[in-house]
């Protein structure tokens, strides 16, 4: 019922910048919370930020301050600006999302294919 496509991954050098979008299609369904998380390799996935359909916003202690997320209700799409980035953001990150069907009003949980971000140092 809903897809996630995510863009935006790449490799840059300590200190620079990239911009993650997630853009969710679909009918029948309004977006809750979305949110970015991470995992590097051997390492457990973990939040990085959520936001929520109200625009209240949370985030890891490791990334607060160098990140930022946003969304654009009308485009159904969340945004994950990384700033300052550092060896340690190295990680596969995926987009996340909670929809509620109109029809039935239950909710799901459905994640992107996920995106590479290596940073160099």
């Known amino acids: 019922q809903v897809q996630l496509v995510e863009s935006g991954g790449g490799a840059v050098q300590a200190g620079g910048s990239l911009r993650l979008s997630c853009a969710a299609s679909?009918?029948?369904?309004?977006?809750?919370?979305m949110g970015w998380y991470r995992q590097a390799p051997g390492k457990q996935r973990e939040l990085v930020a959520s936001v929520t359909s109200g625009g209240s916003t949370n985030y890891a202690g490791s990334v607060k301050g160098r990140f930022t997320i946003s969304r654009d209700n009308a485009k159904n799409t969340v945004y994950l600006q990384m700033n300052s980035l550092k060896p340690e953001d190295t990680a596969v990150y995926y987009c996340?999302?909670?929809?509620?069907?109109?029809?039935?009003?239950?909710?799901?949980?459905?994640w992107g294919q996920g995106t590479q971000v290596t940073v160099s140092s």
């Open positions: 679909g009918s029948g369904f309004s977006l809750n919370v």
């Open positions: 996340n999302t909670r929809a509620r069907r109109y029809y039935s009003g239950s909710f799901n949980d459905y």
